[in-house]
């Protein structure tokens, strides 16, 4: 699971759709909702070949949302099948799906959203490493009591979780990127992701700092249309036939 030190130059993220079952204002993704489909097992396995060759060691299934995929649970058995470190992110509106992944992903990353909040697993349902992704924006939490009462009701359910501030990507975005409690928290330490941004530690979770961003590092990606990024993260889509 990710933490401040992770590297993602061994990474290739498997966009295996860009249709998702929410409509959020702050999605990273919205800019390629227009592109539909997904991706088929000759594509997804012609992917895994070519990142195997390149040395890449962890495989990410995101979108979109993965589960929206009809052979998502065979995208992930071939991941590992190939020996590769396997990750999901997912919206967990699908539970009986996620559960089907249980012990075949490595680690299964939650976005928490309002409409899944009620709804959140107990990690020791389950056998893959459960890690709850956490939006930070203007209006979530309205002070350090709120943000605090949170970890505290959430940490018991699912002890890896992560926090992320907004790059200012959509409007919606930039309106409500700055959280005006967030600076007064007493922070343990700051570490520098290999994605150029600064990642603070509270009470022992990670705030990936990326309105903060100094530089932004692509690595490896897949989507429907073909090879995104390389695993240099250089931008070679238009340069494909």
């Given at each position: 699971?990710?933490?401040?030190?992770?590297?993602?130059?061994?990474n290739?993220?498997?966009?295996v759709?860009?249709?998702?079952?929410?409509?959020?204002?702050?999605?990273?993704?919205?800019?390629?909702?227009?592109?539909?489909?997904?991706?088929?097992?000759?594509?997804?396995?012609?992917?895994?070949?070519?990142?195997?060759?390149?040395?890449?060691?962890?495989?990410?299934?995101?979108?979109?949302?993965?589960?929206?995929?009809?052979?998502?649970?065979?995208?992930?058995?071939?991941?590992?099948?190939?020996?590769?470190?396997?990750?999901?992110?997912?919206?967990?509106?699908?539970?009986?799906?996620?559960?089907?992944?249980?012990?075949?992903?490595?680690?299964?990353?939650?976005?928490?959203?309002?409409?899944?909040?009620?709804?959140?697993?107990?990690?020791?349902?389950?056998?893959?490493?459960?890690?709850?992704?956490?939006?930070?924006?203007?209006?979530?939490?309205?002070?350090?009591?709120?943000?605090?009462?949170?970890?505290?009701?959430?940490?018991?359910?699912?002890?890896?979780?992560?926090?992320?501030?907004?790059?200012?990507?959509?409007?919606?975005?930039?309106?409500?990127?700055?959280?005006?409690?967030?600076?007064?928290?007493?922070?343990?330490?700051?570490?520098?992701?290999?994605?150029?941004?600064?990642?603070?530690?509270?009470?022992?979770?990670p705030?990936?700092?990326?309105?903060?961003?100094?530089?932004?590092?692509?690595?490896?990606?897949?989507?429907?249309?073909?090879?995104?990024?390389?695993?240099?993260?250089?931008?070679?889509?238009?340069?494909?036939?």
């Amino acid at each position: 699971m990710w933490t401040p030190e992770t590297k993602t130059d061994k990474n290739l993220t498997l966009w295996v759709t860009h249709e998702c079952n929410l409509n959020c204002v702050f999605c990273r993704d919205s800019e390629n909702k227009p592109t539909k489909g997904f991706m088929t097992m000759e594509e997804v396995e012609n992917s895994l070949i070519h990142a195997k060759e390149k040395g890449i060691t962890t495989v990410l299934i995101g979108g979109g949302e993965p589960t929206l995929h009809p052979n998502v649970i065979e995208i992930a058995k071939m991941c590992k099948s190939m020996g590769f470190f396997t990750v999901i992110t997912t919206n967990y509106t699908k539970p009986e799906i996620i559960k089907a992944l249980d012990g075949i992903c490595d680690t299964i990353n939650i976005s928490l959203y309002p409409e899944n909040q009620d709804i959140i697993p107990n990690q020791k349902d389950f056998k893959s490493n459960l890690y709850l992704k956490v939006l930070l924006y203007k209006g979530r939490f309205k002070t350090k009591e709120d943000f605090d009462a949170f970890i505290d009701k959430y940490q018991q359910l699912i002890p890896h979780m992560g926090f992320c501030c907004m790059r200012g990507h959509t409007k919606w975005c930039e309106e409500h990127k700055e959280i005006e409690w967030l600076d007064s928290l007493p922070i343990e330490k700051v570490v520098m992701t290999d994605r150029g941004n600064p990642c603070w530690v509270y009470r022992g979770f990670p705030i990936d700092r990326k309105d903060l961003s100094i530089f932004k590092k692509p690595h490896m990606m897949v989507d429907v249309r073909g090879l995104l990024y390389d695993e240099n993260g250089k931008w070679i889509l238009d340069k494909q036939d």
